[in-house]
Structures are given as C-alpha cells and as structure tokens.
C-alpha cells in the first residue's frame, strides 16, 4: 500500500512507496524526478554556473592547452582566496536584498591597518590583525545603524563609504604610499604554505565523513518528524561522487605544488557561513527578512538585528580579504582594493547564484562565482590579452547571471500564482 506524503517546501503530493524503510524516504529515480520538476518550476540552483565554468574552462583549454595544468590551476585557487573571501560577504548582504559597494576600500583599509600597526608601530602580529579585523566590522555596525535607524539606503550609505573608508586608507598610509610587509607567518601562510599530499587526503576524507554523518543525521530527524528525506542509497552515492571528485581533484593539484593552505581556509569560511545559513536560527532568519521584511517583522524576528549582524559581517569579512590580498602581495599600497576589486567581488556573488532580489542563494555561491571569475582572468592572461577584454566578458558573464536569475524568479512567482 502506498502512502502520500505532501512535502512542506512544495504543493505536490509525493506518493512514496510503503515497507522496508523506505516510507520516510525518496528513492533515487524520485529525486532526480522532484530536481527536474523544481528546474521546470524556476529553481536552477548552481546548474547554470557549473555550465558556464564547463564552457569557459573548455575553451580556454583550447585555446592554450596550459590552462588545465596542475600549475596554473594551482594559481587559480590561490588567486580566488582574497577576492573569495569578500564575495562570501557580498552574498550575506544580498540575502537580505541590500548591496555593500564599498567593500573594495574597507579591505583596502584593513590591509592599511595591518601594515601600519604591524610594521611602523612595532604591534604583535595578532594585535595589529585583530584591529584590522575591527575596523572592518566597526564600519558594517555603522552601515547598520544608519540604515536601521534612519532608513537611508544601503546602495547610498556604501557608496559613502567606498569614498570615504578610501581617503582613510591614503591617510591611514600617509607619504610613503606603500609600506612592505616583512616575512612573517602571515606572508608565508598567504604565500608559500600548502599541504602535504597525505594531509590533503585525510582533509578530503574529513570533509567527505563530516557531509555524509551530517545528511544521515538529517534524514533521521525528518523521518522522524514524518517528513520526506533523502534515501541512504541517494547520501551514498552523493558522497561517493563527492569523495572521488575530491581525491581526483587534490591529485590532481598535488602535482605541482598542492592544496594551498590560504586557499583551504577559504574553504573552511564557506562551510562555517554555509552552516550558519542553513543551521542555525539567525540564517532562518536571514532568509525570512530577505524573502519579506514585512512577514519577518510579523512572525517576531528583530529585523533590525539581522540587518546590523549581516553588515557587520560583510564588511569583516572584506577586512580578511584585505588582510590575504596585503599577505599575498608582501605589502599594502594605495592600490590595495581600488580597481576590480569590489568588481570581481560583487560580480563573483551574483554570477555564484545570490539573488539581487534578496532571499535566495548560498554561502557557495562565493566559491563557484570567484572561480569563474579567476577562470576568465586566468585565460585570460595566459592569450596575452589587454585587461579591458577581462572587464568586457566579466560584465557579459554578470549579465548573464543576472537575466538567469530574473527569468527563474519569474517563472517561480508564475508557478506560485498557479
């Protein structure tokens, strides 16, 4: 006998085969079923840009066949880190419908910091980080407050910023204009650290161990609930995919230098916003004030805390990218997060998945926008071409991004009407 089960996230009945266990789960043949009816519905998750990065990296691949070589690929990770890092803080203020357009300068300005307190002030290390760190989320505070307390537009209030966290950083360097950072654990972790190969095998087996206890313990506790969740035979063959795609891929790095270490604790920010996103009440909450401030407000979520704490978040995490991008470079000059900066990183959370229209998106929408990014500075460079070309096919490759985006929010909002 079957039973129907209607799952809360849609409005389709989901007649699920009864006995053997399998009552509170959906086979595999199901699933690929329910992906297909939520493309058809408009939700394309990370589909386009895995398509896109596939294209890119062919045709690169063609072109000059260094592109895919583990040396190259190597650089590339390395290079996503800094501008990565600000992206993942990009998409934690378009969750919430709003845009931080200045945190080029406020990275720029923690990198400043770190310099200055750290080489002409003579601070611990640790110290002149944490201040960096500081001045970065004492800016998001102040781009919540004003927006919280007077209402005045996010779009408004860090356009004032880029401006004005920029003259801080001239005078913050003062004269010299550029001040060289000295070898120190910083400059090496941002530059010469990689993992040995049994290191990065045993982080892949961690990683692959921690998704598939994560989904088991998941499907437990909806089964439990009476809801629908996700075969074991679906979480085995995820993993499976997962864990061979990783090893491949460290193998792959490992022959040239290896898995950064920079490029590593990147990663590890992915995973700690992602669970924080999908965890915890606050990344509820996040995703409730970005779908409907009014309907949040409503069911008792402070509005204004949400907003304050992404703020902040945003722009500390632009001070980390600022701090990696000075590390990386052995030096902080007037240069540090002018030019593409806030380009590749707000370019590289909306190319990633994060909607412009709040609400939708997720943390790796940070890891696969500044890949594709880099993939393109990366190709580049290597055809010997003049940078205006980069800028051309990375405002293309934006609105691409952007157009996919406003058609799959409409074909939801035509798929709910109906």
Same mark, same amino acid.
């Given at each position: 006998?079957?039973?129907?089960? *209607?799952?809360?996230?849609?409005?389709?009945?989901?007649?699920?085969?009864?006995?053997?266990?399998?009552?509170?789960?959906?086979?595999?043949?199901?699933?690929?079923?329910?992906?297909?009816?939520?493309?058809?519905?408009?939700?394309?998750?990370?589909?386009?840009?895995?398509?896109?990065?596939?294209?890119?990296?062919?045709?690169?691949?063609?072109?000059? @066949?260094?592109? =895919?070589?583990?040396r190259n690929l190597v650089d590339l990770t390395?290079? %996503?880190?800094?501008?990565?890092?600000?992206?993942?803080?990009?998409?934690?203020?378009?969750l919430v419908g709003e845009i931080d357009l &200045?945190?080029?300068?406020?990275?720029?300005?923690?990198?400043?910091? #770190?310099?200055?307190? !750290?080489?002409?002030?003579?601070?611990?290390?640790?110290?002149?980080?944490?201040?960096? /760190?500081?001045?970065? %989320?004492?800016?998001?505070?102040?781009?919540?407050?004003?927006?919280?307390?007077?209402?005045?537009? &996010?779009?408004?209030?860090?356009?004032?910023?880029?401006?004005? !966290?920029?003259?801080?950083?001239?005078?913050?360097?003062?004269?010299?204009?550029?001040?060289?950072? @000295?070898?120190?654990?910083?400059?090496?972790?941002?530059?010469?650290?990689?993992? @040995?190969?049994?290191?990065?095998?045993?982080?892949?087996?961690?990683?692959?161990?921690?998704?598939?206890?994560?989904?088991? *313990?998941?499907?437990?506790?909806?089964?439990?609930?009476?809801?629908?969740?996700?075969?074991?035979?679906?979480?085995?063959? *995820?993993?499976?995919?997962?864990?061979?795609?990783? #090893?491949?891929?460290?193998?792959?790095?490992?022959?040239? *230098?290896?898995?950064?270490?920079?490029?590593?604790?990147?990663?590890?920010?992915?995973?700690?916003?992602? !669970?924080?996103?999908?965890?915890?009440?606050?990344?509820?909450?996040?995703?409730?004030?970005?779908?409907?401030?009014?309907?949040?407000?409503?069911?008792? /979520?402070?509005?204004?805390?949400?907003?304050?704490?992404?703020?902040?978040? %945003?722009?500390?995490?632009?001070?980390?990218?600022?701090?990696?991008?000075?590390?990386?470079?052995?030096?902080?000059?007037?240069?540090?997060?002018?030019?593409?900066?806030? =380009?590749?990183?707000?370019?590289?959370?909306?190319?990633?998945?994060?909607?412009?229209?709040?609400?939708?998106?997720?943390?790796?929408?940070?890891?696969?926008?500044?890949?594709?990014?880099?993939?393109?500075?990366?190709?580049?460079?290597?055809?010997?071409?003049?940078?205006?070309?980069?800028?051309?096919?990375?405002?293309?490759?934006?609105? #691409?991004?952007?157009?996919?985006?406003?058609?799959?929010?409409?074909?939801?909002?035509?798929?709910?009407?109906?």
């Amino acid at each position: 006998m079957n039973a129907e089960r *209607r799952d809360p996230s849609t409005t389709t009945t989901i007649v699920v085969p009864a006995g053997d266990g399998f009552l509170d789960r959906i086979g595999v043949s199901r699933w690929f079923t329910m992906v297909l009816t939520r493309i058809r519905g408009g939700d394309l998750g990370s589909l386009p840009v895995i398509i896109g990065l596939a294209l890119i990296w062919t045709v690169f691949q063609i072109l000059n @066949p260094v592109f =895919l070589s583990s040396r190259n690929l190597v650089d590339l990770t390395m290079q %996503c880190a800094a501008i990565g890092t600000i992206a993942l803080g990009v998409v934690l203020v378009l969750l919430v419908g709003e845009i931080d357009l &200045s945190v080029g300068s406020v990275s720029g300005l923690a990198g400043a910091v #770190l310099a200055v307190t !750290f080489v002409q002030l003579q601070w611990n290390l640790a110290f002149a980080l944490i201040a960096a /760190i500081g001045i970065g %989320c004492l800016a998001g505070i102040l781009y919540g407050f004003l927006y919280t307390r007077f209402g005045v537009p &996010s779009f408004v209030i860090t356009l004032a910023g880029l401006l004005g !966290f920029l003259g801080l950083q001239l005078w913050v360097l003062g004269s010299s204009g550029s001040i060289n950072l @000295p070898d120190s654990w910083i400059v090496t972790f941002a530059q010469h650290l990689f993992l @040995p190969a049994w290191a990065s095998y045993l982080v892949v087996a961690l990683a692959v161990a921690a998704y598939t206890w994560s989904r088991i *313990r998941r499907a437990q506790r909806r089964s439990a609930a009476d809801l629908i969740s996700q075969s074991y035979t679906e979480i085995g063959l *995820r993993a499976g995919a997962m864990l061979a795609f990783l #090893l491949l891929a460290v193998w792959y790095l490992n022959l040239s *230098r290896g898995v950064g270490v920079m490029f590593l604790f990147f990663l590890a920010l992915v995973v700690v916003a992602n !669970f924080l996103l999908t965890r915890t009440r606050w990344g509820r909450s996040v995703y409730a004030v970005g779908g409907s401030e009014e309907a949040a407000r409503r069911a008792g /979520i402070r509005v204004d805390r949400v907003y304050i704490s992404v703020f902040a978040l %945003c722009s500390s995490l632009a001070a980390v990218g600022g701090i990696l991008a000075a590390a990386r470079l052995g030096a902080a000059n007037q240069s540090s997060g002018v030019g593409d900066t806030n =380009l590749n990183a707000i370019a590289a959370a909306v190319i990633g998945g994060a909607s412009l229209f709040g609400g939708r998106g997720t943390a790796f929408a940070a890891l696969l926008g500044i890949v594709v990014i880099q993939s393109i500075s990366s190709g580049l460079t290597l055809l010997n071409l003049d940078s205006s070309v980069r800028f051309m096919i990375t405002g293309v490759v934006l609105v #691409l991004a952007v157009i996919v985006d406003s058609l799959s929010r409409r074909t939801r909002t035509a798929a709910g009407r109906a």
